[in-house]
């Protein structure tokens, strides 16, 4: 496996140049949406890899080893010695018709040397726990499955994926690996402190949450905002996560990060589900250990590969948009520790997104995460 | 230098090497805003959640004191439950040490709630209730005893004695939660009125002698184990006299007579003699290792003095006396119920010989019970059957030979065994109230057949002393003058001076009761008993009749004396006389000399059938001869 990292300014357009191009099996690129939308980006990369499966998103931030940057679009080319790729595509309707669209993309991916599954989605019209868990149920839960949910900055108005095609909303793509050589590590941790009281989730309706302790959730959130971070919402509300569980359950506990407000109903659409009658209890960062949440996460990662010191590595890290909104020029603290776990020579490139896909930790289920640091690293042996 | 400013630096300067200043002031300013912003945040949520955490810190001590008020007030209730329990409570945990335990407890042992209190050891408890004198045990076995038993998960049951003479009763039950809840009762008081209840069962309530069922119980076991050589006797006695000391001086005087009679035979008993009452005014005295008759003989002595005692009751000095049958065992039977009737036969044998003596049963008695009861049972066939008959004697004026009248006699003709003589069956009939209807039915015969005679005679009619006890005499007299409607002043009734002997004052007022119904009446066997003169002055009698064993000695020297007395006394109150049995014409002319009005007997006529002394009576006036 070889990868080789290229990045796109305004000025420069793409640099530096790629050796043997049509050897490239798999593009990944990342991008704001202002500068994926016109489809330009794609079909450059289409003209330099005609022979690659290409696939990236719009994000809040792109990652290129421990540097965040708003301005490039980077990108990564990846040649493979043996591992085949199959890459499927599926148009999603809205957050409801998530699960299927998880299942049907699954369904088509599934194969007898199905090794690992990479995933980006549209991040506003999903239910990304929905959309895990029809994957899963189609690949099967001991399948690695990582990703994310494509970033529209703060703003949370549109999210652009592409896979073999210009990047558009409402779409979903997935790639996966087959064979015996391909070697995948995951990791996924927060760093977000807990504070303030338990609370108990007293309405809710799948992602949409109503009310905390008998209180409309909006309100508890604009009160811990203050009246400036309120007019900044739902962005504004990634500062302060939310983590939900099981009453019974206490292991169970994930994190859930907010889509969208309703004034009008006090209510708060989150990434993911907020079921009724579970604890929920409010996050806020420091910044010393979300990065120390970056690098635990790359340890993880680090420690799954399973391959040799000096087999080529590759690395791909989804961090929350929460996470940066916090972090501010901060934000490097982060890629630069997960940098520092991975190691100066493993390439890394990701983006900052609406939604973390990985395996939880201590479960070892896929699940939907958000304002975590998840990072998925790819090696080749025996080639 | 900071690694921000490293990184903001390194920004602003270009691929040349220049550094561009406003850029980096713009980097270094934003920084300074965004630490500022995160500075703002940390502060309010801060504060946000300390004012949070204090509500929801306010809330959990509202519902702690909440909580702690219901606690409160559940263990206020607790206390008041456990501590109104009559029973002692204590409930220990798994390591044998008190949780629980209430005021009853430490009331019944007199024990300080300052040692037995929760946190101390079942073993110190005991060692306390050891030092106080409520425990009498050895206290490391009594707890090694009874932790055995809660180890295998039993319920121990104990009982114990205080000082005071009270009985605990404690169980140990075993919990779930690996302790044992212990409950102390005091019984003594339940025990208390067990031990009433098995008295009462045994012993009679008025005397507090063994009663017949622990007579029978005792009894039993002795025959079981009689000696060789040995024997065992069981006296029945027969307090006599004691129905009259009831009628007349009342149930109390009963009472109180059969209270003394028994102390008087506790009294003499000795320690192989077990007394008892049977009922009413029977006793029995079970005497056992018997090793001759002269020990059986000595008690009955006893038993005699001891009854014969006179005593004070009510103003009143009653003597009593008794009759006492006695069976020896194992001589009359070794059987219970065996011996027991042999006793009473005994008993009735010595009644019969005239009460105030004792008999040994014989196997004639037995003979001779069997034939009486076959008598009563003839007695009550025959008055179904209707086979008695009523013969007639005439009675003959001594100053004109003409009869008067006749006297009804009751006959019977047994269907086996021939005539029957009266002196056979009327004591019969009279102990088993027979008497009343044989006497009515009499009654109406006669006084039926008498009005199918010629003219007035009158017609005499004996009544038994139990008819006259009966209270309905008078009605039946009635009944059958009014049934027959034979003239009142045509019957006259004989009662005899055993009428008069007892109840005195409501004989009299039965006796004016006849009186007031027109009919005569007449003093029956004048002579025989104890021919008290003051009942001739306490009723006007009409007629008396004098018995025949004057009659008889009329011959012998001095022999007329009583009757003429009689005569003398009668003629002087204005009643008649009427001696009976006359059986020669010497003796009818003494008797009339004597000045006596009638006489009765073989010289003039035997009692004869109702169709011959009809025919007597038709023939006209038969002179005697």
């Not at chain 2, 959640?49 to 909440?66: C, P, Q, Y």
């Amino acid at each position: 496996m070889h990868s080789q990292q290229i990045t796109w300014n305004l000025h420069a357009g793409w640099n530096p140049a790629i050796e043997q191009p049509e050897k490239v099996a798999l593009v990944f690129y990342f991008g704001t949406r202002d500068a994926l939308a016109c489809g330009t980006r794609y079909h450059e990369l289409r003209k330099m890899f005609p022979k690659a499966h290409i696939l990236g998103c719009s994000t809040g931030g792109q990652i290129n080893n421990s540097d965040v940057s708003d301005e490039d679009v980077v990108a990564a080319a990846i040649r493979f010695d043996s591992t085949r790729l199959r890459l499927v595509s599926r148009q999603i309707s809205g957050a409801s018709a998530s699960w299927d669209c998880g299942e049907a993309i699954g369904r088509e991916l599934s194969d007898d040397e199905l090794a690992g599954v990479f995933l980006l989605s549209d991040g506003l019209n999903v239910n990304g726990s929905d959309l895990v868990n029809g994957l899963v149920s189609a690949i099967g839960s001991t399948v690695p499955l990582t990703g994310g949910l494509a970033g529209d900055g703060a703003d949370f108005n549109e999210t652009l994926v592409g896979g073999d095609c210009a990047p558009q909303p409402r779409l979903v793509v997935g790639v996966g690996f087959y064979g015996k050589a391909i070697r995948i590590g995951h990791g996924s941790a927060g760093g977000w402190d807990l504070f303030g009281p338990r609370r108990q989730v007293t309405r809710s309706a799948g992602n949409i949450l109503f009310e905390l302790d008998g209180e409309p959730a909006l309100d508890l959130y604009e009160r811990y905002l203050g009246p400036e971070d309120s007019k900044g919402l739902p962005g504004s509300a990634l500062l302060f996560p939310i983590q939900v569980h099981d009453a019974e359950q206490p292991d169970s506990a994930v994190v859930r990060t907010v889509l969208a407000v309703d004034r009008d109903r006090r209510s708060m659409t989150f990434a993911g589900d907020v079921p009724q009658g579970w604890t929920a209890q409010l996050m806020r960062g420091n910044f010393d250990r979300l990065a120390e949440g970056a690098a635990d996460a790359a340890r993880q990662a680090r420690a799954g590969l399973r391959s040799a010191k000096d087999d080529h590595q590759f690395s791909i890290l989804v961090s929350c948009i929460g996470r940066r909104l916090l972090m501010g020029q901060h934000v490097s603290d982060e890629t630069e520790a997960a940098g520092f776990e991975l190691g100066d020579e493993t390439l890394r490139l990701g983006f900052y997104s609406y939604g973390e896909i990985s395996p939880h930790a201590k479960s070892g289920i896929c699940e939907l995460h958000n304002q975590t640091m998840t990072v998925t690293s790819f090696a080749e042996v025996g080639g | 230098m900071h690694r921000l400013i490293v990184k903001q630096i390194a920004k602003a300067t270009d691929a040349a090497g220049v550094v561009d200043i406003d850029a980096l002031a713009e980097l270094v300013s934003n920084a300074y805003d965004e630490f500022d912003r995160d500075r703002r945040r940390t502060d309010r949520s801060m504060s946000l959640m300390i004012e949070e955490v204090d509500v929801v810190s306010r809330n959990l001590e509202g519902l702690v004191a909440k909580r702690s008020a219901e606690l409160q007030a559940q263990n206020l209730r607790f206390d008041i439950a456990i501590n109104n329990m009559t029973q002692g409570l204590l409930l220990f945990d798994s390591t044998s040490r008190l949780i629980v335990c209430n005021q009853s407890y430490l009331a019944m042992y007199g024990l300080s709630p300052e040692i037995v209190k929760p946190g101390i050891a079942l073993r110190d408890i005991i060692a306390h209730r050891k030092e106080t004198g409520a425990f009498n045990g050895d206290v490391d076995e009594y707890c090694a005893a009874l932790s055995r038993g809660l180890r295998e998960g039993k319920t121990c049951h104990f009982q114990t004695e205080t000082p005071d003479g009270r009985t605990i009763q404690i169980v140990n039950k075993p919990v779930a939660s690996g302790g044992w809840v212990a409950t102390h009762e005091d019984i003594t008081e339940r025990r208390r009125t067990e031990a009433q209840i098995r008295h009462l069962a045994h012993y009679d309530a008025l005397t507090d002698l063994p009663n017949r069922a622990l007579f029978h119980e005792r009894l039993k076991e002795e025959l079981g184990r009689i000696a060789p050589n040995q024997q065992l006797a069981v006296l029945y006695i027969d307090v006599d006299e004691f129905k009259s000391v009831n009628d007349t001086l009342g149930h109390q005087a009963g009472d109180e007579l059969l209270q003394s009679v028994a102390a008087s035979l506790s009294s003499q008993a000795g320690p192989n003699e077990f007394i008892a009452r049977l009922g009413g005014d029977e006793f029995a005295i079970m005497q056992t290792a018997i090793g001759n008759q002269a020990e059986i003989i000595g008690l009955v002595t006893r038993v005699f003095e001891a009854i014969r005692t006179p005593f004070e009751c009510f103003g009143h000095h009653v003597t009593t006396d008794a009759s006492v049958g006695i069976a020896v065992a194992p001589k009359h039977g070794t059987d219970l119920d065996q011996i027991l009737k042999n006793a009473d036969l005994a008993m009735y044998a010595a009644k019969s010989a005239g009460r105030r003596t004792w008999r040994f049963f014989e196997p004639a008695m037995d003979a001779r019970v069997k034939a009486r009861r076959m008598l009563e049972m003839d007695i009550r066939q025959a008055l179904l059957d209707g086979t008695f008959e009523v013969y007639y004697q005439p009675c003959v004026s001594l100053e004109d030979n003409k009869i008067t009248g006749c006297e009804a006699l009751v006959r019977w003709r047994h269907p086996d065994r021939g005539m029957i003589s009266p002196a056979d069956f009327i004591p019969v009939a009279e102990e088993t109230g027979l008497i009343n209807e044989l006497g009515e039915w009499v009654l109406n015969t006669a006084c039926k057949d008498a009005m199918t005679w010629p003219g007035d005679f009158k017609l005499a009619v004996n009544v038994s002393p139990v008819q006259f006890k009966s209270g309905t005499l008078a009605l039946k007299i009635a009944a059958a003058l009014a049934a027959s409607r034979l003239p009142p002043r045509r019957l006259e009734l004989e009662i005899t001076e055993a009428v008069l002997i007892r109840d005195d004052d409501a004989a009299l007022a039965v006796l004016h009761q006849l009186r007031a119904l027109g009919v005569r009446i007449a003093l029956d066997d004048f002579g025989t008993g104890y021919s008290s003169l003051s009942y001739l002055q306490r009723f006007p009698f009409d007629k008396i009749k004098i018995d025949r064993c004057f009659v008889n000695d009329l011959a012998t020297q001095g022999g007329s004396s009583i009757v003429q007395a009689v005569v003398n006394i009668a003629a002087a109150r204005d009643m008649m006389t009427l001696a009976e049995g006359v059986e020669t014409s010497e003796q009818r002319e003494s008797l009339r000399a004597l000045g006596c009005s009638e006489m009765q007997g073989f010289l003039f006529s035997r009692p004869v059938p109702a169709a011959d002394i009809l025919r007597m009576l038709q023939s006209g006036p038969k002179k005697a001869a």
